[in-house]
C-alpha cells in the first residue's frame, strides 16, 4: 500500500499539521490504529507536563532467565509473576511460529 503525506488537525491548539507518508508506515508497521492527534510542539509540552522527556520514555532493562532455552537475557519491561519470558531468539521463534499457524 503506498501512503501519502495527510493533513491532521491538532486537537490542543486547532493548527494543522502534516502526517507523512513514513509516519504513516510507521504506525502501520506498529499496528497503531488511530492516527495522531497533536502536532510536534503540542506533543512535547504534554509529555514535559506529565513528566517524561521529550525524547520518549525511560527504557526499563531487567535481567531475567529465558523460560524456552534458559538463557540470561534483558527484557525490556518488568516481568509479571507466573508469566513466561523469552530471549530476543526464542521470541522471534514463537512469534514466527505463530504466524505461519
Known sequence: MEYQDKMLKCVDCGSEFVFTAGEQL???????????KRCKPCKGKRASV?????????KVETRT?????????????????????????????????????
Open 26 to 36: 510507521f504506525f502501520q508497521d506498529k499496528q497503531f490504529r488511530n492516527e495522531p
Open 50 to 58: 506529565l513528566g517524561h522527556s521529550g525524547a520518549g520514555y525511560a
Open 65 to 101: 532467565t529465558c523460560s524456552h532455552c534458559g538463557k540470561e537475557t534483558t527484557v525490556p519491561f518488568k516481568p509479571t509473576q507466573g508469566r513466561p519470558v523469552f530471549c530476543r531468539e526464542c521470541f522471534q521463534q514463537k512469534r514466527t511460529s505463530a504466524a505461519t499457524a
